[in-house]
Structure formats: structure tokens, C-alpha cells
């Protein structure tokens, strides 16, 4: 079974006074998905938006919200975003190894997509149990650099990742962070 590639241009290097028309922007030159980076400056060394931003963004659009949850307590941010309406909502797995069956439960019970993301550190193999469970995630988020930031070298090494996931699971969404190659627009 083949997978459709999707564009999800990270709106972290937005102008953010102009979230909106950035998004718009984006969807306009093809984007797929919105990535939004949530980030609590406590699980990374960085504050950026939370559900109150993404409660603007949706009056101004209908697309696809794919919410990165670099925080410590993603649980406690599952029914604000999906009141605030996220689309996709993906938490990392170091953060929540002994909640991750609960969490994927309430965000699928709130109308969103769970994904899981892991660190560069973090071996493949710990995205298993929740790709195989019987309520599974429906997405793997690779990160090729340390959450936090954007405009940060890419690590090429993690690609690997990437092609063990995809040998072991040919029909899973993968999400992988890539460099900046092309410029969308002036
Ligand atoms: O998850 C992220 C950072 O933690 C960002 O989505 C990603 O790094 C964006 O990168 P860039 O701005 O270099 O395209």
C-alpha cells in the first residue's frame, strides 16, 4: 500500500503579528497540513503558542492544524486544543511513557489525530508499543533536530529512523522535520 507525501510547513518562522495570513499564504503555495509548534518552556528551553493562538488561527481558516506538543503534561493540553480546534495532536513519547494509552484515547475522543514525536536521542524502538497497540497513534513525528528551536541543522542520521519505520510499518504516516530547501513565495 503506497502513502501520499504532505507538506506541513512550520509556522514557527512566521510573523506571527500575521499568523493568519501567513497560513493562508502557505495553503495558497500547496501546503497540506499547518504545523504548529507548541513549546512550554519547560520540556524545551523555548515559549511559543498555545491553545488560545490556535483558537484565533481557526477563525481563519479551515485547514489542517498539525499541533506538536513540546511540552511536559501533554494531557493537560488535550481538551483546550481540541476546543480551540487543533487537528492533529502529537505528543512526545518521553514524556509520557506511562500515559500514552490514556492520552491517545482522549484525543481521539475529541475529534483529533494522536501522532507521537521523539527526540533525536530516543531510540526508534520506543514508538513501537503505540504504533502496534489496539488504539493505536496514527502518526510518527522523527524529529532530525533537538525540539526547541527552529533553524537548527538538520541531522541527516536520523533519516535511518525514518527507514526502519517505514520497512516495519508500509502504511504508517511519518512526519519528518526537514531543512528549509525552498522558499515559498517573496
Ligand atoms: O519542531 C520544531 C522545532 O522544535 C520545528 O518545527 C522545526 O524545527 C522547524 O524548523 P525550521 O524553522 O528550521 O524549518
Redesign the pocket.
Known amino acids: 500500500m503506497g502513502v501520499t507525501p504532505k507538506i506541513a510547513?512550520?509556522m514557527?518562522?512566521s510573523d506571527f503579528a500575521n499568523l493568519a495570513s501567513e497560513a493562508q499564504r502557505m495553503l495558497h503555495f500547496g501546503a497540506d497540513w499547518l504545523?504548529m509548534?507548541i513549546?512550554d518552556g519547560h520540556f524545551?528551553p523555548?515559549l511559543t503558542i498555545g491553545a488560545p493562538v490556535i483558537e484565533s488561527l481557526r477563525k481563519h481558516t479551515k485547514g489542517y492544524l498539525d499541533c506538536?506538543l513540546?511540552v511536559t503534561n501533554p494531557l493537560d493540553y488535550v481538551e483546550p486544543l481540541a476546543k480551540a480546534g487543533a487537528s492533529g495532536f502529537t505528543f512526545h513519547v518521553e514524556t509520557s511513557k506511562d500515559n500514552w494509552e490514556e492520552l491517545i484515547q482522549r484525543i481521539k475522543s475529541h475529534g483529533m489525530t494522536p501522532g507521537v514525536a521523539l527526540k533525536p536521542g530516543t531510540p526508534i524502538e520506543e514508538v513501537y508499543p503505540l504504533v502496534e497497540a489496539g488504539n493505536p497513534v496514527e502518526m510518527v513525528l522523527v524529529?532530525?533536530?533537538?525540539?526547541?528551536?527552529?533553524?537548527?541543522k538538520f541531522m541527516p542520521e536520523m533519516m535511518d529512523k525514518v527507514r526502519i519505520l517505514r520497512k516495519k510499518y508500509p502504511s504508517l504516516d511519518i512526519e519528518v522535520?526537514?531543512?528549509?530547501f525552498i522558499q515559498i513565495g517573496s
Open positions: 510547513p512550520s514557527l518562522s504545523h509548534d513549546m524545551v523555548n506538536h513540546m524529529m532530525t533536530v533537538e525540539p526547541g528551536f527552529g533553524g537548527q522535520l526537514i531543512k528549509k
